[in-house]
């Protein structure tokens, strides 16, 4: 729900809102590479490219196999 939550926010424009939820998210499941990726992009959009970069590269981490990393 979590997840579902900040991409709600996101799609409305809420970044902070947005930002708070995936953070939310990634404490209870801090392993999801797709929360992780979802932070990353959330994070572009609140002009955090150093955060961006870091959660990008995080996500790739836990799943480096990943076709979208390709």
Do not use: C, M
């Amino acid at each position: 729900p979590r997840l579902q939550r900040a991409l709600v926010l996101e799609r409305g424009g809420n970044i902070p809102g947005a930002s708070a939820a995936i953070a939310q998210a990634i404490a209870r499941e801090p392993r999801n590479a797709q929360l992780w990726l979802t932070a990353s992009r959330i994070a572009a959009e609140a002009n955090q490219p150093d955060k961006a970069l870091s959660d990008y590269n995080h996500a790739k981490s836990l799943d480096p196999t990943s076709t979208i990393f390709q």
